[in-house]
T-cell receptor, first 114, second 116 residues
């Protein structure tokens, strides 16, 4: 399975943009890039996903490199509530059976400073 | 409100005393799954179910059982808990109709289990 690499931790000031990087140099042509986050004492929650084009939703933006070997999750104005572990996950186009599971790495611990 | 619920949220038990952690979702999802989360090991899948009466092992199934008699419920059963099953457990669910790569999974709030 293609793997992802993320920094262990990042810090941001409140109300400033945050760019969370993810490297996935062995990504296949049909793998989707998903981001989940886990707030303290909560279950993981979906943030955003994309294939090739940049994506925006109410929570964040996803910028995908042209060669797809890296991506960046962008929080436009970080709040204290955005402090969480952020996971970058690759999903095969048609996962079957156990491949439907989400393979969580160690993620990036985001600290937001007031 | 669309959600995945788990009960209990916290549980302390003793070795060998059978327990069940319940999981229920109200989104009519076909796929349901159990994960455990341990420091340094991340989240690992225990069992999953593609639909009613269809279950299969994940990466760490030893010591656990599951059942899927109804679409909304997916209980996790520890027949004889041991201290190495002390962990944080999450239930998750999703649709299976769309291309798998685009499915999003919804997670419950977690059950923290301590086995003495």
């Amino acid at each position: 399975d293609a793997k992802t690499t993320q920094p262990n931790s990042m810090e941001s000031n409140e109300e400033e943009p945050v760019h969370l990087p993810c490297n996935h140099s062995t990504i296949s042509g049909t793998d989707y890039i998903h981001w989940y986050r886990q707030l303290p004492s909560q279950g993981p929650e979906y943030v955003i996903h994309g294939l090739t084009s940049n994506v925006n939703n109410r929570m964040a933006s996803l910028a995908i490199a042209e060669d797809r070997k890296s991506s960046t999750l962008i929080l436009h104005r970080a709040t204290l509530r955005d402090a969480a572990v952020y996971y970058c996950i690759l999903r095969a186009l048609h996962p079957t059976g156990s491949a439907r599971q989400l393979t969580f790495g160690s993620g990036t611990q985001l600290t937001v400073l007031p | 409100e669309a959600q995945v619920t788990q009960n209990p949220r916290y549980l302390i038990t003793v070795t060998g005393k059978k327990l069940t952690v319940t999981c229920s979702q109200n989104m009519n999802h076909e796929y349901m799954s159990w994960y455990r989360q341990d420091p340094g090991l991340g989240l690992r899948q225990i069992y999953y179910s593609m639909n009613v009466e269809v279950t299969d092992k994940g990466d760490v199934p030893e010591g656990y059982k599951v059942s899927r008699k109804e679409k909304r419920n997916f209980p996790l059963i520890l027949e004889s808990p041991s201290p190495n099953q002390t962990s944080l457990y999450f239930c998750a669910s999703s649709f299976t109709g769309r291309a798998g790569a685009q499915e999003t999974q919804y997670f419950g709030p977690g059950t923290r289990l301590l086995v003495l």
